[in-house]
């Protein structure tokens, strides 16, 4: 079988060991061949391929971004459309697509599964979102990027007596927010699950200041004041028509620093947070997904994808990465925010 390969949506460290994981397992194990297609949805649409061979994938686990690149094109707008991509697949001999991406992703895999592509998918999001799989890939690394960071502020801000406002991703969700902060040790963490007034926000910030400390807030890009019905967005929509997140550290900086006193400077960790070598623990559990998700295609497991339950890879059709997003539970945030303050 002639397998094509892409990568879609945002990166996340960790798709590189996914491609090699496939490569590798799909040819020793299974006889596949695989093909690369460029760009995620873009490439297969306009027949952009590229050779992917075990002498491809060589050395490629610890880097990060990925090796095919990636977009956030729909499939179904422009040339696309179920016809074409039958039509591109078959001029170049494809059997089956292997499809690495988050949720837009595997809905757009879910729908041309429906009409009779064969496709088997890897979920991926740094936002660690997807309610199918208890961890993704790209996760881990983006915490230990935004605690790195967080300590980095921490040591400034005790110089100055500052209060330090650390921005993170997370888009609908708080997880990188929780965990980065609890590493930390942040004062206040703030995320989409929970709005949040700016009085209990003060509250936080000056508690910590009365004993000394210089405050550490970490927000989430997707958090709301309880005043807003929007999360904050001044940078126009993407590909998708989604609001481009960021900047919500900036508009609480001054509203934080009024209200106390307290000289408050916010950072945005963006893109940072994205990039870079994956995390051991990435490329173990990315490396797994990749091999896995070989398996499945020998089996001709199609309509589904690989997920982490506990510590076992298991497969599950698409619409359970679909359905419901993944939020922090609010016992989760109640027992972080034991700790504020
Ligand atoms: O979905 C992952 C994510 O990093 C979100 O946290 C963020 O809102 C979005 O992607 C940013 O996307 P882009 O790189 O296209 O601006």
Wanted: hydrophobic residues 40%.
């Amino acid at each position: 079988m002639r397998i094509g390969v892409l990568t879609s949506g945002g990166d996340a460290p960790g798709l590189n060991a996914v491609i090699r994981g496939a490569v590798l397992n799909g040819e020793r194990q299974y006889g596949l061949d695989f093909i690369g297609i460029r760009d995620g949805w873009r490439g297969l649409v306009d027949a952009d391929f590229q050779q992917l061979e075990r002498s491809d994938v060589k050395g490629i686990g610890k880097m990060g971004g990925t090796i095919l690149g990636s977009s956030r094109t729909n499939p179904f707008e422009g040339n696309g459309g179920i016809d074409r991509i039958n039509q591109v697949m078959s001029d170049a001999k494809m059997d089956a697509l292997l499809v690495i991406g988050g949720e837009g992703t595997l809905a757009a895999a879910n729908r041309l599964a429906e009409a009779g592509i064969k496709i088997v998918g890897v979920p991926k999001t740094v936002d660690n979102d997807l309610s199918a799989t208890d961890y993704t890939f790209g996760f881990d690394t983006a915490v230990n990027i935004a605690t790195d960071a967080m300590d980095r502020l921490r040591t400034t801000g005790d110089s100055h007596h500052r209060c330090m406002v650390a921005e993170v991703m997370g888009r609908h969700v708080g997880w990188i927010a929780l965990h980065s902060g609890m590493a930390a040790g942040a004062h206040a963490i703030l995320i989409p699950e929970r709005k949040t007034s700016l009085d209990e926000i003060v509250g936080w910030v000056q508690s910590a200041a009365s004993r000394g400390r210089a405050p550490l807030v970490v927000v989430a890009e997707g958090f709301l004041l309880n005043t807003m019905d929007d999360a904050h967005s001044e940078r126009g929509l993407d590909a998708f028509g989604r609001p481009r997140l960021g900047g919500i550290g900036e508009q609480l900086a001054p509203l934080i620093e009024q209200a106390t006193g307290i000289e408050t400077r916010a950072t945005t960790l963006g893109h940072i947070q994205r990039g870079g070598t994956p995390s051991a623990f990435d490329r173990v559990l990315a490396t797994r997904f990749g091999m896995n998700a070989a398996r499945i295609i020998s089996e001709e497991g199609w309509g589904q994808m690989v997920a982490l339950r506990g510590t076992d890879i298991v497969t599950t059709p698409f619409e359970a990465a679909l359905g419901q997003l993944k939020q922090v539970p609010m016992d989760r945030w109640d027992e972080a925010a034991l700790l504020f303050g």
